[in-house]
């Protein structure tokens, strides 16, 4: 492999990462190899914050003293990686729009893709930061030399993301080399999303329940024990067992990195230019004597029924919170059964809370516009009301948010066991929620347009990118959680009434506000 | 010298490309006529390299593709029938890209990027994205990118289209340039007058088919008094006609002699 051909080709998949910060970078003056520099620093800077947030939120936990805690979060996190490592790299080998503009360049295949690996990888980073986190609290309790426990610590990460990586390729292409994807690519694309969603999920449904308490620790949950090897790595690198363990991990790898090579490499090339000319179903049935809102509905959703669009926008925006929820927010089995009826506001508020974590930049309502590329120009020179062509678009949007946030709400008070009328509280605060932060979100995408995208993805990091995203959930989070800790107090207090009153009053006048201002600010522009 | 031997190319049922041969010599300006879905660029991207055909060779000064794909991309510049890709780049930034992976001298970039983009009116451009460009500068984006390369082989999917006057002239008298320096120019294209003008010889495709190889004096004499035009619209026919015509027939059996 030649290093210039990918510092090239790594310094523009960094500019597609994220062209909107590489376009505040050109306005300030910066370009070549500075440029390249000042977006890496972003993606440095952005992990050094993620580090220092997740170390604070854990630096009370002991991994020292529990291996069950240990585990648990590497699982989590590894299936994260998972999920999201099928999805990149079917995003980058099969679904990149720009892969024939490199193919005729004298790049070798490796390092083209190599690049773009790269660079999708270090966004999703930030996501499974935690695990390093986890490593690196797990060597410090145990006493283990600083210096040691970093180096430690950074090869486990690294061993195990490369390990869940080369898991993830040899589904990807285990499955996209079938005769069956190349007549049915789109099934092909939504089994994969099948897979790595129903995986994920039930892991993390496994691994709550296994939520026993252990004899030695009344803290700590029950290790899953295959496991156990990387926390004797992490707790006492330099024993005999730590030693044995990261040997055999390391051996683990290599057999998978021998797998790969005698599998997947000798083909790759054949398959991946196959793949990209196999398009699948091109024709359709034709409905006719539709009117103009259901022939918009009808092409917004086509636009929407990529399974390879749904398998990034889902992973994105509702697994992530999803393991968020379920790292941070819980600690073991919540059953809520017996709620005082006095909290019905409360639950509203959850529902409300559950709204701005699921509802975020990388949702269907935040990229539907973008959606259009090309579209969306010459739509605006057709005679028809753009007013109306928006509110199509909003509607649907919307319709998908709900469900998919609704459904989260809906099964999460089903397993903590919520009386119905909570429940109904939990979904009309979930979907008031959904309304009022889908205006925001279909405006901002409006405000930060991009119709020249190759990779979905670059949607998702517009604006204040990857930071904004983990900002915006753990905000979300914290912000909630104060609000309806205090509320809740408040509720159960003797001025129960007064304090519902005002949570109503605050909910209506902030909700009216909020709604005017985009009515005002962007509904009123189209008409 | 590139030689295309029983080339096909198949997506499905459908055939795009049947057992194509075909001999380019080095030194000449090929061009590739048909309709739209005739082969053209299919043909085009199997040469350099974007699609795999599912059978045949294709032979460049002796080095077969498939086994040397990185040599031969290095003798190749390809110009795309489309010119929207690497939108979110500059123009520099394209062109940097382009001779890193040609591995061009950095004295040697500056110099000739100087002389391109003022002979293509880029100088006060080379800064803003592609993205922001018209359809016209994008193209000439990335014909600077493929002259920067001064490849020995230089393929052009329907290069004219959507340039300027002024740009077109110059694009065709730099294609003749390339050709008299010995090297090769390939290209498709739909106009009739510039595959008469600039071609020494060419192939009329349709529906993947060869339907014609040779010189553009031996077509025009094949039937004397007619224009390429005329020669070509009865051998091609219309789109949907899948019959040959006995003009077609005639012209397969000259070009087999």
């Given amino acids: ?527 | 010298m590139i030689e295309i031997k029983q080339l096909s190319k198949s997506y499905g049922d459908k055939v795009a490309l049947n057992q194509l041969n075909l001999q380019i010599n080095q030194g000449e300006i090929f061009g590739f006529l048909g309709h739209n879905g005739a082969g053209k660029s299919t043909t085009i991207k199997t040469l350099v390299s974007i699609i795999e055909p599912t059978s045949g060779e294709i032979v460049i000064d002796g080095l077969d593709l498939a086994t040397h794909r990185e040599t031969i991309k290095k003798k190749i510049a390809y110009v795309p029938d489309t010119p929207d890709i690497f939108l979110q780049l500059t123009a520099s930034e394209y062109w940097d890209l382009i001779a890193v992976a040609y591995e061009i001298k950095e004295e040697a970039k500056v110099a000739k990027l100087t002389e391109l983009s003022q002979l293509f009116a880029m100088t006060a451009h080379q800064d803003e994205t592609l993205a922001s460009f018209s359809h016209g500068m994008r193209q000439k984006t990335i014909l600077i990118g493929a002259l920067l390369a001064d490849p020995d082989i230089w393929i052009l999917d329907e290069p004219l289209q959507g340039l300027d006057p002024q740009a077109a002239y110059d694009l065709k008298a730099m294609m003749q340039a390339h050709a008299d320096k010995g090297k090769t120019v390939i290209f498709s294209t739909h106009v009739l007058d510039t595959a008469q003008q600039l071609c020494d010889n060419l192939a009329i495709l349709k529906q993947g088919e060869l339907l014609y190889n040779g010189s553009v004096d031996t077509l025009l004499e094949s039937s004397p008094g007619e224009r390429l035009e005329d020669i070509y619209l009865k051998m091609a026919g219309r789109q949907a006609d899948n019959q040959p015509t006995e003009q077609t027939e005639q012209l397969e059996e000259i070009s087999h002699e």
């Fill in chain 1, 1 to 527: 492999m030649n290093k210039q051909h990918i510092t090239a080709l790594t310094a523009v998949n960094l500019r597609y990462a994220n062209p909107q910060v590489t376009d505040k970078l050109r306005k300030k003056g910066k370009k070549g190899k500075k440029l390249t520099q000042s977006l890496a620093n972003q993606f440095l800077f952005s992990g050094l914050i993620f580090l220092g947030i997740y170390g604070v939120t854990m630096v009370l936990m002991d991994f020292s003293k529990m291996p069950g805690f240990f585990t648990y979060y590497v699982a989590l996190f590894s299936l994260l990686a998972f999920s999201q490592g099928i999805s990149v790299i079917y995003n980058v080998f099969f679904e990149s729009q720009d892969l024939q503009a490199y193919l005729s360049l004298p790049f070798r295949q490796t390092e083209i893709f190599l690049a773009k690996s790269l660079v999708v990888a270090i966004t999703i980073l930030p996501f499974v930061f935690p695990m390093l986190v986890v490593f690196l609290l797990t060597g410090f309790r145990s006493g283990v030399f600083l210096p040691v426990t970093i180096v430690i610590s950074l090869l486990l990460f690294i061993l195990i993301l490369a390990i869940v990586f080369s898991l993830s390729s040899l589904v990807v292409f285990g499955l996209t080399r079938t005769k069956f994807f190349h007549e049915h690519k789109k099934v092909v694309t939504s089994l994969l999303l099948v897979i790595s969603m129903v995986l994920t999920v039930l892991g993390i449904i496994f691994m709550s329940n296994q939520n026993t308490q252990s004899g030695l620790n009344q803290l700590d949950r029950v290790p899953i024990h295959f496991l156990l090897p990387i926390y004797r790595i992490a707790s006492a690198p330099l024993s005999k067992t730590g030693l044995v363990a990261l040997v055999s991990l390391l051996a683990f790898f290599l057999a998978l990195l021998l797998v790969i090579k005698g599998l997947i490499l000798p083909h790759l090339y054949d398959q991946l230019t196959s793949a990209s000319m196999a398009k699948g179903e091109s024709r359709r049935l034709h409905k006719t004597g539709q009117n103009l809102s259901q022939l918009l509905r009808m092409y917004n959703l086509q636009l929407v029924k990529d399974p390879n669009l749904l398998m990034q926008v889902i992973a994105s925006s509702f697994l992530m919170p999803v393991v968020f929820i379920v790292s941070f927010a819980l600690g073991g089995s919540v059953k809520l059964n017996h709620i005082d009826p006095h909290l019905i506001g409360v639950v509203f508020g959850v529902g409300l809370a559950l709204a701005t974590m699921t509802t975020n930049a990388t949702s269907f309502i935040s990229l539907l516009i973008s959606l259009d590329q090309e579209n969306f120009n010459f739509i605006q020179s057709l005679p028809i009301s753009m007013s109306n062509y928006l509110r199509t678009k909003f509607r649907l949007g919307f319709a998908m948010q709900l469900l998919l946030s609704g459904s989260l709400a809906l099964v999460g008070g089903l397993v903590f066991r919520l009386p119905v009328i909570f429940i109904v509280a939990l979904l009309l605060g979930n979907s008031w929620g959904t309304y009022l932060l889908s205006h925001r979100y279909f405006a901002r995408d409006y405000r930060l347009l991009l119709l020249e995208w190759t990779n979905v993805a670059q949607l998702f990091t517009r604006g204040a990118g990857n930071k904004g995203l983990v900002f915006n959930m753990f905000g979300s989070l914290l912000g909630s959680t104060i609000v309806l800790v205090l509320y809740g107090i408040g509720s159960m207090s003797t001025y129960y009434k007064l304090v519902n009153l005002v949570a109503v009053f605050v909910l209506l006048i902030g909700s009216g506000l909020w709604l005017r201002y985009y009515q005002k600010k962007f509904w009123q522009t189209f008409q």
